[in-house]
């Protein structure tokens, strides 16, 4: 079974890859191509993977006893295109 960290670190991943495809892909499928349904589709999908990766974020925070700063920093990076992956290489892989 896998760890609580490394659930945060594959969803994680998946987050990100969902918002670069929601952002780069889906948004202007529908903008470019009126397709809408992309972003619907893309759309759930990302949401559902953000939410997993908030619920998890807190779980390892309260497992790991993180400092709060790097789970505010790891939640902002939610945020930001490619910003996982960072928070996937400054702070999960080295608390792993």
Known sequence: MKTALNLLRLIGILEGISYLVLLGIAMPL???MDKPEAVKLVGMAHGVLFVAFIVNLLIVQILYKW????T???FISSLVPFGTFYADWKWFRQNH
């Open 67 to 70: 400092n709060i700063l790097i």
């Open 72 to 74: 505010i920093g790891a």
């Open 30 to 32: 529908k903008y470019y």
